[in-house]
Structures are given as structure tokens and as C-alpha cells.
């Protein structure tokens, strides 16, 4: 079954640290796995994906995550937080059915000036 | 494209009453997902379709809620009676193809239904 389980709930880094959001998944299938951002009062919106090829994927605002097979991960990085980073961060993973996309409990993620 | 529509943005009933949601997809998708979130429960897939037929509806709470897609074009998500328990932010999203394609949703900005 899939399923994905995004550790820590709430992140607090200070602006112009290192941003380091956890994802592990479950897929009973070749995983694609996705992450989205959620702004306040708005709907997600996606920032990378990971389908095949290169585990090493860019996103958009400065964001990548690497695919880490043996470690069955997916943790989003950003070598320097902006203030404007701060929303909530939703891991993902494809379904069987491949239409399907299950989300991760999300994780908030507060920068500090 | 104007995005993912949705309407009402904000919906305010008692408990007891009917409520519908409405949900206009990017034209041209063929995936359309309905999401509720809660701070308890977070983001729960409630139904989706494909090509206009409900693939998967194990989501759905229970028989208060339901669900159509009569064209390509719009959704409703229906609950009758609503009650307080509902109350969240429920949102339409929607996605083309098969493969990577299929699950880079693009979400509505959600509807904020609150059951007194």
C-alpha cells in the first residue's frame, strides 16, 4: 500500500539556514513522489516532482530533493530560507491507481528573522 | 486559463441544511479530485474522477456526502444534512494524463464551509 509520512510536523529554522523537510514513503510500485507547498488561505500547489531518471530533482524558489531508494526517502532541502518560505510543505506519492496521489500529514514550516 | 474555480469561497449554514460545492477544472484535464482539510485530519482524498466517472470514492465519509461530475466542465460535492463535524476547507483539484502528468494537480483555492 502506499503511504507517506512526513517527520515532524513543525520546523523552525532561522532566515538564511539550511531548510530540511523529511519524507518517507511506502509503494508497493515504482514510487513517483512530488512535493507541494501550501501558502496561507490558498490550495497546494507543486514545487518538484520525481518520476524517473536523475534522484536528484529542482523545484521551483530554490528547492530540490533527492530520491533515495535504499532509504525509501524523499526529503525536500533549500540551502538558505527566506522569510517568504514559510507556508506548509506536503510530501506525496502516486497511487496504484496512478491517478491517485496520497499526501503526507504536511509540515509547517516557520523561518525566524 | 484561469486555474481550478470554485465557489463559494466561503459558506456559512446550520446544521441540518443542504450544502453544495461547486468545482469548475482547467479545461482540457481529465482528472478531478475532491479534497477536504482539517488541522485534525489534514488533507483527505474524498473522491475522484476520471473522464467524468468516479473512480474511487472510498473517501466519502458516509452516505450524507455525494458526489457528480454531469460534464467535463463542473463538479459538485453535496452534503445533506450537513453537521458541524464537516466543517473544513474542502478543495477541487485538477490533473491531465497518465504517468507524472496524472498527479501534478493544480488546486482550486478551496471552499471554507463552517456548520453551526
Known amino acids: 500500500a502506499q503511504s507517506v509520512t512526513q517527520l515532524g510536523s513543525h520546523v523552525s529554522v532561522s532566515e538564511g539556514a539550511l531548510v530540511l523537510l523529511r519524507c518517507n514513503y511506502s509503494?508497493?510500485?515504482?514510487?513517483?513522489l512530488f512535493w507541494y507547498v501550501q501558502y496561507p488561505n490558498q490550495g497546494l500547489q507543486l514545487l518538484l516532482k520525481?518520476?524517473?531518471?536523475?534522484?536528484l530533482v529542482k523545484g521551483i524558489n530554490g528547492f530540490e530533493a533527492e530520491f533515495k531508494k535504499s532509504e525509501t526517502s524523499f526529503h525536500l532541502t533549500k540551502p538558505s530560507a527566506h522569510m517568504s518560505d514559510a507556508a506548509e510543505y506536503f510530501c506525496?506519492?502516486?497511487?496504484?491507481?496512478?491517478?491517485?496521489?496520497?499526501f503526507g500529514q504536511g509540515t509547517t514550516l516557520q523561518v525566524k528573522p | 486559463d484561469a486555474g481550478v474555480i470554485q465557489s463559494p469561497r466561503h459558506e456559512v449554514t446550520e446544521m441540518g441544511q443542504e450544502v453544495t460545492l461547486r468545482c469548475k477544472p482547467i479545461?482540457?484535464?481529465?482528472?478531478l479530485f475532491w479534497y477536504r482539510q482539517t488541522m485534525m485530519r489534514g488533507l483527505e482524498l474524498l473522491i475522484y474522477?476520471?473522464?467524468?466517472?468516479?473512480?474511487?470514492d472510498s473517501g466519502m465519509p458516509e452516505d450524507r456526502f455525494s458526489a457528480k461530475m454531469p460534464n467535463a466542465s463542473f463538479s459538485t460535492l453535496k452534503i445533506q444534512p450537513s453537521e458541524p463535524r464537516d466543517s473544513a476547507v474542502y478543495f477541487c483539484?485538477?490533473?491531465f494524463g497518465q504517468g507524472g502528468g496524472a498527479n501534478v494537480l493544480t488546486f482550486g483555492a478551496g471552499s471554507r464551509l463552517t456548520v453551526l
Open positions: 506525496a506519492v502516486r497511487g496504484p491507481p496512478p491517478g491517485k496521489l496520497i
Open positions: 483539484a485538477s490533473s
Open positions: 520525481y518520476t524517473t531518471g536523475a534522484t
Open positions: 509503494s508497493s510500485v515504482p514510487p513517483y
Open positions: 479545461s482540457g484535464h481529465d482528472y
Open positions: 474522477f476520471n473522464n467524468n466517472v468516479p473512480i474511487d
